[in-house]
């Protein structure tokens, strides 16, 4: 599998994030995978400011290949 840029894994947590709050229910199951992909990246505590930054209709657009 292709290694992803530092950008494209905040792209990913964006989408988990939102798939993670779209039916307003979270899941245990959910928080753990999202926090299980996080730790797989190594990202540090400072990813979420970019995360919530990022507007998810344009990650969608821009990282298409994800």
């Known amino acids: 599998m292709e290694e992803l840029t530092y950008t494209e894994k905040i792209a990913v947590v964006k989408v988990l ?7 307003n229910i979270t899941h245990e199951k959910e928080i753990e995978y999202m926090n299980d ?10 990813y979420k400011i970019e995360v919530d930054a990022l507007i998810t209709l344009q990650v969608l657009s821009q990282h298409h290949h994800l």
Request: charged share 30%; no cysteine; aromatic share 6%.
């Open 17 to 23: 994030n939102e798939i993670l709050k779209a039916d």
């Open 37 to 46: 992909v996080i730790s797989s990246y190594g990202l540090e505590e400072n």
